[in-house]
């Protein structure tokens, strides 16, 4: 345990791109500097300058700058240490400084007897003037929490925030390139003002995180609405669960950090690292690839999942969500890359399915299954969404050689063909936990390979090449980060004209909408296609089909009951040209929003199948249709045998297979609910239910004018009483009867508190 020391200076490294004398990339924390990589960071230990503990008492009110936070309990004890700090600090109020930089922001706060923990400038530069282990004065106590600045770490972020509701906006006096926002109603009051940089969101992203992994009490979410707006009131009360606040939602007279702030976008750089794009396709624009790490707001997230969409879209290759060429249902999309382009877990998850074998006459039946279970709704429900993500068609690989291995063995393409990081299957051999009978296998006779694929349990049957189920819990079950190298694209397509492609789905039993309301919050983001109960894969949802036939056949056809009836089907060039060149963009934009429920094209339940084998046994099926294949006479060699031959190595998602990932029925039908996945991956990230469940409440007009009328009565017995008032950021929110004061003058106000000797050392 390490104690709370006092400041000494330290030897001084500056941070890349960072020329501000004295910045280091380190934040104190119970007196010990922890790095904060990329950011600029000027502390108090580098620049005593910034530091509010060495300002003594004051001139305001009595106390210091700077207190002792305590842990409170049967034994009320100080602070010392970071593990004391962990167990006391769970918040983090975000005020606006209101003034032109961050040396205004502490010059004010100083006269004004506050402190803060953070001030972020105009620029992203980091000031620390407080321990992150000691208690600023930066905030009052709310009616749903007592002693918040015991517990809570204030940020100060650079912003002239003044109010130009009413009037014509100025032009921005502020540095740095700031978007004028909307009026919004903020504490019965509407408001308008600038916003904040790029640079500033960057570094505030950054800063949270960190103190984050420091103080596991902190939870990275702010006060939002049912509809996932944010909350722009008082809140009611206090949830464990929301560890950053405005100063708005503390007090009634308080507006920031104003209608300028995009808490969407600080949520969505929060989250940010949950998810993962499976390939980094190019942005068109910057020519980088695209990264869930770099998409900040509404605008930039829409832009990213178009590359995607119109990547397969335009592509003229087939493999559309929701149907196929030939008017088949496609539970996914193709995305095409390289050969061996590295495929990545979309979301956390764990691998429960997988097969790794020599590719057959339509190339690469071999894939990755990840199972996933997001928390819905109040975490004491404990109601969980399970989904599974698909990757199809994967490049294979050598079970018995790492990624390591590879790279010590060298040659051209050697890592390509290394076990995936999920499995480093090497290294259990070599414990001895897996392929006991391994040096057998090269003198045993070489068994044919079976017309179906077979099922088999761990490690061992991947490495046969059969569809090898894998645990989904306990030690051995094989968890993937989001962002990890599950495998490589592979290839398939028809013999001799093979070309690389990914084939990514995204699927779930019906189970899933006991959990996720789409009639609520949801609907917005979904909608149903009517299920089809067929076997036979072929589409038959009317309202789908007349939604992609050309205009002028939806024109021609009345709906009538007796449409599919009439042997009207759609044809390959209608599908690809509802998706490269739709009469009606909006209506395959749509499409990407459907979620349709239909036999998978993977299960057993495929209705030719049935058609050549009325068994209901999987292994008499297999029999059935070899002793077909392999019988004297014209059906040995019929197409439809040959096709079928060609396409059963695909088929792996039997009622054994379904049983063990979760998705088997009674009885077994094949039938899945399916999403597009870049779709479902972008509503995950941004939109799911963890983030637009209801998690705060903000007070009516009625209870803030109340709270106003309690809060000047208690702010002159405090005046009368010589006492401290909340004033941090100064008095420049007006309440509901007050005309808005002139900007200008507002901060011609602050502005003009006179500077002390000595007391500021500029660094211009």
């Not at 020329?19 to 934040?27: E, V």
């Not at 009207?568 to 395959?588: A, G, K, N």
Request: hydrophobic share 40%; glycine share 8%; aromatic share 8%.
């Amino acid at each position: 345990m390490t104690q709370l020391r006092d400041p000494v200076l330290q030897p001084v490294v500056l941070t890349p791109e960072c020329a501000i004398p004295r910045a280091q990339g380190t934040l104190i924390v119970a007196g010990q500097r922890i790095e904060l990589e990329g950011q600029c960071i000027v502390t108090f230990l580098d620049d005593p300058d910034w530091d509010f503990s060495r300002l003594g008492e004051p001139p305001t009110r009595p106390g210091k700058y700077v207190e002792v936070r305590h842990v409170e309990g049967e034994v009320r004890r100080e602070v010392q240490t970071l593990p004391d700090a962990q167990e006391v600090v769970d918040m983090v109020v975000l005020h606006s400084d209101i003034t032109s930089d961050s040396r205004q922001c502490f010059q004010i706060l100083k006269q004004r007897g506050f402190s803060t923990h953070f001030m972020i400038d105009w620029d992203g530069t980091i000031y620390q003037g407080t321990d992150v282990a000691r208690m600023a004065i930066h905030a009052a106590s709310p009616d749903f929490r007592k002693n918040v600045n015991n517990v809570s770490i204030g940020i100060d972020i650079n912003c002239p925030q003044v109010n130009h509701a009413g009037g014509q906006a100025p032009a921005a006096s502020a540095r740095g390139e700031r978007r004028m926002s909307e009026t919004i109603e903020i504490n019965t009051v509407q408001w308008q003002s600038w916003g904040y940089t790029d640079a500033q969101y960057r570094a505030l992203i950054a800063l949270l995180k960190k103190l984050a992994s420091l103080l596991p009490k902190l939870k990275l979410m702010a006060p939002l609405a049912e509809d996932n707006s944010p909350i722009w009131s008082v809140v009611e009360k206090h949830d464990p669960d929301i560890g950053i606040y405005g100063h708005l939602h503390l007090t009634a007279e308080k507006f920031d950090p104003g209608p300028g702030f995009d808490w969407h976008r600080l949520i969505y750089g929060l989250t940010e690292e949950t998810n993962h794009f499976p390939l980094a396709l190019v942005d068109p624009r910057t020519r980088k690839p695209l990264e869930l790490a770099g998409l900040q707001g509404d605008a930039e997230v829409d832009a990213a999942a178009r590359v995607y969409f119109l990547h397969t879209e335009l592509a003229g290759k087939g493999g559309y969500y929701p149907i196929g060429l030939s008017g088949q249902w496609h539970g996914g999309v193709h995305l095409f890359a390289a050969r061996g382009t590295e495929v990545r877990a979309m979301t956390d998850g764990v691998v429960v399915a997988a097969r790794n074998a020599a590719p057959g006459p339509l190339g690469s039946a071999n894939f990755v299954l990840l199972r996933h279970e997001v928390l819905f709704g109040d975490p004491q429900d404990a109601r969980r969404f399970v989904f599974y993500s698909l990757y199809m068609h994967l490049l294979h690989f050598d079970p018995e050689r790492d990624a390591t291995d590879a790279e010590k063995q060298g040659g051209k393409h050697t890592d390509e063909f290394a076990a995936p990081q999920w499995l480093t299957l090497s290294k259990q051999v070599a414990n001895g936990q897996a392929g006991a009978d391994q040096d057998d296998e090269d003198d045993a006779p070489k068994r044919q390979q079976p017309l179906l694929p077979v099922v088999g349990e761990g490690i061992d049957a991947l490495r046969r090449g059969e569809v090898a189920l894998l645990p989904a819990e306990g030690p051995d079950a094989r968890r993937v980060a989001a962002g990890t190298v599950i495998g490589r694209v592979g290839e398939m397509g028809d013999e001799d004209d093979w070309e690389p492609v990914l084939h990514l789905e995204v699927f779930a039993n019906s189970q899933w909408r006991n959990i996720v309301d789409l009639l609520g919050v949801h609907g917005r983001y979904w909608y149903d296609v009517e299920a089809d109960g067929d076997d036979n894969l072929l589409v038959d949802s009317e309202s789908l089909l007349r939604q992609v036939l050309p205009t002028v056949d939806r024109q021609k056809l009345a709906p009538d009951p007796t449409f599919l009836g009439r042997g009207r089907r759609i044809r390959p060039d209608e599908v690809e040209s509802f998706y490269r060149e739709p009469d009606d963009p909006e209506l395959r934009d749509r499409l990407r929003l459907a979620i349709t429920r239909h036999v998978s094209e993977w299960s057993d339940q495929v209705d030719w199948l049935k058609l050549l084998a009325n068994a209901q046994d999987w292994d008499d099926k297999a029999k059935q249709l070899r002793d077909l294949l392999e019988a004297d006479g014209s059906l040995r060699h019929a197409l439809f045998a040959r096709q079928i031959a060609r396409q059963l190595p695909f088929v792996w998602l039997t009622q054994e297979v379904a049983k063990h990932i979760g998705v088997a029925g009674e009885p077994w039908d094949g039938i899945l609910d399916h999403f597009h996945p870049i779709h479902f991956l972008i509503w995950l990230t941004f939109h799911s239910n963890t983030r637009a469940r209801e998690l705060a409440r903000g007070k009516s007009k009625r209870e803030i004018a109340k709270d106003r009328a309690q809060a000047a009565k208690k702010a002159e017995a405090a005046r009368l009483a010589g006492e401290w008032e909340d004033d941090h950021g100064g008095d420049v929110a007006p309440t509901a009867l007050e005309e808005v004061a002139n900007p200008s003058q507002i901060l011609q106000d602050l502005w003009d508190v006179p500077s002390q000797p000595g007391e500021w050392r500029r660094m211009d």
